[in-house]
């Protein structure tokens, strides 16, 4: 991908997408990010917003797909719906977009690591699929990201874990309570979460879109994943907070989030294998150095 080239960002008003956004812009490709625009945010400057309204696929060069509604929600079947359709109809309208663009482009389409089963032994990118709600997204997800690959286009997807981002994500999600000194472990704690700092998501984006060799499905993860525990009380530690409260039992949990504290219950030991051998080297792959990085005065 020459730099110059015209990318489209689905979700480019997004924790990751603005990121990314600017990073592209940085590198001297032209953005157009595609979106509702108003209440749906705006992009970051120097980018172009379009409606999907309008022909936006014309003079692309190459689409980062990384739209979708949030899981991080309860899962009522309205929330349901809307999670698989903006995922499903979504990836689908934007393979037509780039089928009408003509061929030799690029698909860059987020994924998630919720196709894998809760286990504890490592998954990597050929480990089997596992069963329930997300899974089932995410093979319907990936499924219409393959249809790309139609008149030469090249398609990668990217299973992304827990993102660690300064201004959301999750710990947009547990720093408040864990800055009160409230944080404490869920479930066992044992429960094996793999996760990534949001700069070496980006750089991962960045090298799947410049990389003709990258194809196919690749783990947005850090090599080592960490259990749940773990990873609670280096958080407490990176806010300089005590860690000592009994860990929230899953039944509360479940009381609580219904049938998203599945999400949070399930355990994830899943390895990057192919961003490694593709000879992606990780920024922060280091819980601690990662933490403190994010959460620096």
């Not at 990936?142 to 999750?170: F, Q």
């Not at 710990?171 to 479930?187: H, I």
Request: proline share 4%; hydrophobic share 45%.
């Amino acid at each position: 991908m020459k730099h110059g080239a015209r990318v489209v960002v689905t979700g480019g008003t997004g924790l990751v997408g603005r990121r990314l956004t600017q990073q592209l812009l940085a590198r001297g490709y032209e953005v157009v990010v595609v979106g509702r625009g108003g209440g749906g945010g705006q992009p970051v400057a120097g980018a172009t917003l379009r409606s999907w309204n309008d022909p936006w696929w014309e003079g692309m060069d190459a689409v980062i797909h990384l739209a979708g509604a949030s899981v991080a929600q309860r899962w009522t079947q309205k929330n349901r719906s809307a999670i698989a359709g903006s995922r499903v109809e979504g990836t689908r309208a934007v393979v037509a977009g780039l089928l009408a663009a003509g061929g030799n482009k690029v698909l860059v389409s987020a994924s998630a690591t919720g196709f894998y089963r809760s286990q504890e032994e490592v998954s990597t990118e050929a480990s089997p699929r596992g069963t329930g709600f997300l899974s089932d997204v995410v093979r319907d997800w990936e499924a219409e990201a393959v249809k790309a690959r139609a008149d030469g286009n090249r398609v990668v997807m990217l299973r992304t874990g827990l993102v660690l981002a300064p201004e959301g994500g999750v710990l947009g999600t547990m720093g408040p309570v864990f800055k009160a000194g409230l944080g404490s472990a869920l479930g066992s704690g044992r429960q094996w979460q793999s996760w990534i700092h949001i700069d070496d998501l980006c750089a991962l984006y960045l090298k799947a879109l410049e990389d003709a060799k990258m194809e196919g499905v690749y783990n947005a993860v850090v090599p080592e994943p960490v259990r749940q525990r773990d990873f609670a009380r280096a958080l407490a530690k990176a806010l300089h907070r005590p860690f000592w409260l009994p860990a929230a039992p899953a039944a509360v949990l479940r009381l609580v989030l219904g049938d998203m504290a599945q999400m949070l219950l399930d355990s994830h030991r899943i390895v990057p294998e192919r961003a490694v051998a593709a000879g992606f080297g990780f920024q922060y792959p280091q819980l601690d150095s990662a933490l403190r990085n994010l959460l620096k005065p």
